[in-house]
């Protein structure tokens, strides 16, 4: 690997931990508000998902367009 890919890898796993965080942030604050619904909890892990599928996709890209 090349000294941008590991630049690259370290701004990917950068953003996925402040994704991680934000999402358990906000997780943690809404169950100081209420209780979370079965489906509310659903959506949130779905939502963790799917920023965390963004966020690889994103980089992939990054990797992708640097490679050419």
Known sequence: MSN??????????????YLEEKANQAHEKEQETEPLSAYEACVLRESAKIHELIAKAQGEALENSKDE
């Open 4 to 17: 941008s890919q590991y630049n690259d890898k370290d701004e990917q796993d950068e953003l996925q931990k």
